[in-house]
């Protein structure tokens, strides 16, 4: 069961639990789901703690939604069990697990204003009342949609929908809140709105949260813990800055970031006891640090990684690499360059005070300490 307090360190907040929670410890054991003789999920093992923040994350199509709709009973195990707390729930319905879901759709009911919208689940159960009003108030005023209560969906925007569709989910008051891309309708500038306020409301509600997304920047902004998925497989697990700074392959690692990480393909060469990394059009040091742990690949084809945000106009840099520049896209106080190394095609991220034109060739620094090696083959990181 929950600890009584619950420190992220990781982001510089703090949640204060009163005391010990009820909300349940969720662990896959082997999980598979099948349609026919397609496996969309192979055995999948996977703990979510309680009073997390958890978010599934990764292309479509690597199983992610699957998962969450199988946790909510709205798909059936071909195999495995998902345990709350220790006890089977497969054979639950929905209904009886104390689960509340926010879909991508809002599925709003058209017909009622937004308080019986809210309230749907709650006059289903027969729940009193005047505790119906109070949880409806309670709920909307804290997603500032109260002054809406008497309106229409039709009324309302894509932002007060969504709004609607979460604080529908948040009056029934369950243990496990789970979200399936809620946010991937809604344009650019309201998608960054709604996550502020995610963000902000997470850490209101003391609650098992599950939240699914393709997008990685709702993944780094929200979670407490983030699992990386592709193929119906679990890349890796963590917390952002792990994710981030300690990819173990190089999905992980390209999947992770935005602008995402160049890659460029090369050979680990050893030259006088200088690690270093040679390809078509560069030739990089490795640091010392890492010479230990790439001691026997030596010779070896690999994959270089480093990010946009790594590259320095430093004069004095040693560690360096010449870049044609193909495209600059100019965002006032930095600027996004896509670049050619060879026939390779790289990002590079810096601040800037005027554009920078196209055809230009430039020289960066690239720390050393900046730079992630990936077996070729496999992609695991070296």
């Given at each position: 069961m929950a600890v009584a307090q619950y420190r992220h360190s990781e982001k510089g907040r703090e949640r204060h639990f009163t005391g010990a929670t009820d909300l349940p410890r969720i662990t896959f054991e082997q999980v598979e789901k099948s349609y026919g003789p397609v496996r969309v999920l192979p055995p999948l093992d996977l703990a979510f703690d309680d009073g997390e923040f958890t978010v599934l994350v990764g292309p479509s199509g690597c199983g992610k939604s699957t998962t969450l709709r199988l946790l909510a009973g709205l798909e059936e195990l071909s195999g495995g069990e998902i345990f709350f707390d220790g006890k089977p729930i497969s054979g639950l319905e929905p209904k009886d697990r104390d689960i509340a879901m926010v879909f991508q759709d809002y599925a709003?009911?058209?017909?009622?204003?937004?308080?019986?919208?809210?309230?749907?689940?709650?006059?289903?159960?027969?729940?009193?009342?005047?505790?119906?009003?109070?949880?409806?108030?309670r709920v909307a005023d804290?997603?500032?949609?109260?002054?809406?209560?008497d309106r229409k969906p039709a009324e309302l925007s894509g932002g007060q929908r969504q709004r609607v569709a979460m604080g529908?989910?948040?009056?029934?008051?369950?243990?496990?809140?789970?979200?399936?891309?809620?946010?991937?309708?809604?344009?650019a500038k309201l998608r960054a709105k709604m996550r502020t306020e995610l963000a902000e409301m997470r850490d209101r509600i003391d609650k098992n949260m599950v939240y699914v997304t393709h997008d990685q920047i709702e993944a780094m902004t929200l979670g407490d813990r983030i699992v990386v998925m592709n193929e119906g497989l679990v890349q890796q697990e963590g917390t952002p800055e792990d994710l981030f700074k300690r990819p173990v392959n190089k999905f992980v690692a390209g999947f992770i970031g935005t602008p995402t990480m160049n890659f460029l393909d090369g050979t680990l060469v050893d030259e006088g006891g200088m690690l270093r990394v040679?390809?078509?059009?560069?030739?990089?040091?490795?640091?010392?640090?890492?010479r230990a742990r790439l001691e026997g690949h030596r010779g070896k084809d690999v994959s270089l990684g480093v990010r946009p945000t790594s590259f320095t106009r430093d004069p004095d840099a040693t560690n360096t690499i010449d870049l044609n520049?193909?495209?600059?896209?100019?965002?006032?106080?930095?600027s996004v360059l896509v670049t050619r190394c060879g026939g390779a095609e790289v990002q590079v991220e810096l601040s800037s005070a005027t554009p920078i034109r196209a055809g230009t060739v430039m020289t960066f620094g690239v720390e050393a300490d900046d730079i992630l090696l990936f077996d070729a083959q496999s992609g695991r990181t070296l």
């Open positions: 709003l009911y058209p017909h009622m204003n937004i308080a019986r919208n809210m309230s749907f689940a709650l006059r289903l159960a027969r729940v009193p009342r005047r505790d119906i009003r109070e949880k409806v108030q804290m997603l500032n949609i109260g002054h809406l209560l529908r989910a948040l009056v029934r008051d369950a243990s496990t809140f789970l979200f399936d891309e809620p946010l991937s309708n809604l344009d040679r390809g078509d059009g560069f030739d990089l040091a490795v640091s010392q640090a890492q520049v193909a495209v600059s896209e100019y965002l006032g106080s930095n």
